[in-house]
Nanobody, 123 residues
Framework: QVQLVESGGGLVQAGGSLRLSCAASGRTFSDYTMGWFRQAPGKEREFVAAVNWSGESTDYADSVKGRFTISRDNAKNTVYLQMNSLKPEDTAVYYC????????????????WGQGTQVTVSS
């Protein structure tokens, strides 16, 4: 069983930055890939980024590549999402989740979702 708790969301102006955190319970956190998704009102949940178990491999959606950075600290059982140059279209609830495998980009390949944290970017 894995429990995930996101934090760090908030209101920021366009061009600003936020860092999201996802704290995980469970002793095997370092064994698996973790990912971030987001969901805007009226839209499907979409893949944002993923990081493999060691942190050496990452994967990003084209819409955030070059602006967002995913990382992890296995000693702290935490995965992060550094978001820079934020745009109004980044506004959404952001979720972290455990991936079934590295390279997965569809929500059906993820499990143990957190409750989400709201990110709002004003223009």
């Amino acid at each position: 069983q894995v429990q995930l708790v996101e934090s760090g969301g908030g209101l920021v102006q366009a061009g600003g930055s936020l860092r999201l955190s996802c704290a995980a319970s469970g002793r095997t956190f370092s064994d698996y890939t973790m990912g971030w998704f987001r969901q805007a009102p009226g839209k499907e949940r979409e893949f944002v980024a993923a990081v493999n178990w060691s942190g050496e491999s990452t994967d990003y959606a084209d819409s955030v590549k070059g602006r967002f950075t995913i990382s992890r600290d296995n000693a702290k059982n935490t995965v992060y999402l550094q978001m820079n140059s934020l745009k109004p279209e980044d506004t959404a609830v952001y979720y972290c989740a455990k991936a079934g495998f590295f390279g997965a980009r569809h929500a059906r390949n993820y499990s143990y979702w957190g409750q989400g944290t709201q990110v709002t970017v004003s223009s």
